[in-house]
């Protein structure tokens, strides 16, 4: 979450910080494909409309909040050209595709990868409930294979498509949620020293790797975040205690969704009203988009939760964390 705050704040150095994407996007394949596999487990079948109406309980209310708070703002200071066709966009999840037509956006532009989440989450409990039909193991197989082919076109079309195609429509985020619903059907056992390894691996890449406009980023880099961020998520989850279940873990979960919501349209009008450096700009926005999104997670999304709540198994309850992702 941190490298992609930075990476979208422009703080020097941080040149790959687009990567932590792929965490992002493995978390949630990891995440809501666990939560399906559960409830095919528990119950023989998975229910498309309990699902979807969880997901939409959780993710459209603050979305439908920030995408009116963003046209109010560029309205106020002008510069409508700057959201566009990006509000309608942000509630038909279909901004991903607006990128590639060279229709860009400030203030939402984060809901790109919201659009490349919410079109797994429409495909994938259907493909889901066809594979487990032979077994976790063998739908897992399925998955995994089918993200190491996506590895590999990502390879071959960066040759060929110009770059803006590639993953803004959605071919590297869903390589990560490919591998991470690999992952959540036959967990792994990570040993800490390859666990730490692979943090380690998506720390300096946030440093050493190129931006997404070189070919580069393409050609090794989104590949290897993909199995680093595979390797670290399956770490986390089955290490003692847990690491996703501790405190600062949790707080910070159910309210990234929030986070990743504000943090760029925070800095879009503090740069329209202040003339600051860099750094004073990204410390303001921090604190100002921590304090919007505990807001937002108290007074919009928590009377939804409660909802969303009467939608879950009373055995295996949905946590309440949303995987955020640039």
């Known amino acids: 979450?941190?490298?992609?705050?930075?990476?979208?704040?422009?703080?020097?150095?941080?040149?790959?910080?687009?990567?932590?994407?792929?965490?992002?996007?493995?978390?949630?394949?990891?995440l809501i494909t666990g939560i399906l596999a559960k409830e095919h487990a528990r119950a023989g079948r998975i229910s498309y409309r309990r699902f979807m109406s969880r997901r939409f309980l959780r993710l459209v209310p603050a979305l439908v909040v920030v995408t009116i708070g963003c046209v109010i703002a560029a309205v106020a200071s002008g510069s409508t050209a700057q959201i566009g066709w990006w509000a309608p966009g942000a509630m038909l999840y279909v901004n991903n595709l607006?990128?590639?037509?060279?229709?860009?956006?400030?203030?939402?532009?984060?809901?790109?990868?919201?659009?490349?989440?919410?079109?797994?989450?429409?495909?994938?409990?259907?493909?889901?409930?066809?594979?487990?039909?032979?077994?976790?193991?063998?739908?897992?197989?399925v998955f995994a294979g089918c993200a190491v082919?996506?590895?590999?076109?990502?390879?071959?079309?960066?040759?060929?498509?110009?770059?803006?195609?590639?993953?803004?429509?959605?071919?590297?985020?869903?390589?990560?949620?490919?591998?991470g619903s690999a992952l959540a059907l036959r967990p792994m056992r990570v040993r800490p020293v390859l666990g730490v390894g692979a943090f380690a691996v998506l720390l300096g890449a946030c440093f050493v790797s190129p931006d997404w406009t070189h070919k580069a980023f393409w050609?090794?880099?989104?590949?290897?975040?993909?199995?680093?961020?595979?390797?670290?998520?399956?770490?986390?989850?089955?290490?003692?205690?847990?690491?996703?279940?501790?405190?600062?873990?949790?707080?910070?979960?159910?309210?990234?969704?929030?986070?990743?919501?504000?943090h760029v349209a925070v800095r879009v009008v503090l740069l329209s009203i202040v003339s600051l450096s860099a750094s004073r700009?990204?410390?303001?926005?921090?604190?100002?988009?921590?304090?919007?999104?505990?807001?937002?997670?108290?007074?919009?999304?928590?009377?939804?939760?409660?909802?969303?709540?009467?939608?879950?198994?009373?055995?295996?309850p949905e946590p309440d964390v949303e995987p955020a992702v640039a």
Do not use: D
Not at 12 to 30: A, C, D, E, M, Y
Not at 100 to 121: K, R
Not at 246 to 257: F, L, T
């Open 98 to 141: 607006l990128i590639p037509l060279n229709h860009p956006s400030t203030y939402l532009s984060p809901t790109w990868s919201l659009a490349v989440e919410m079109q797994f989450y429409v495909v994938s409990p259907f493909v889901l409930a066809v594979l487990l039909r032979r077994g976790q193991k063998a739908a897992s197989r």
């Open 219 to 262: 050609l090794g880099w989104v590949q290897l975040s993909t199995l680093a961020s595979m390797i670290v998520v399956a770490w986390l989850s089955s290490s003692p205690g847990g690491a996703f279940s501790s405190r600062p873990a949790v707080w910070i979960g159910q309210r990234s969704y929030a986070i990743y919501l504000y």
């Open 281 to 316: 700009v990204t410390l303001i926005g921090l604190v100002i988009t921590l304090a919007l999104a505990a807001l937002s997670y108290r007074l919009v999304e928590l009377p939804f939760l409660r909802i969303k709540r009467r939608y879950e198994a009373p055995i295996s």
């Open 149 to 179: 082919t996506m590895m590999v076109a990502i390879a071959v079309l960066a040759l060929i498509l110009p770059l803006q195609w590639l993953y803004f429509p959605g071919l590297g985020g869903v390589c990560g949620l490919l591998a």
């Open 1 to 30: 979450m941190l490298a992609v705050f930075l990476f979208h704040y422009e703080q020097p150095h941080i040149s790959g910080g687009l990567l932590g994407v792929q965490t992002f996007f493995v978390l949630s394949g990891w």
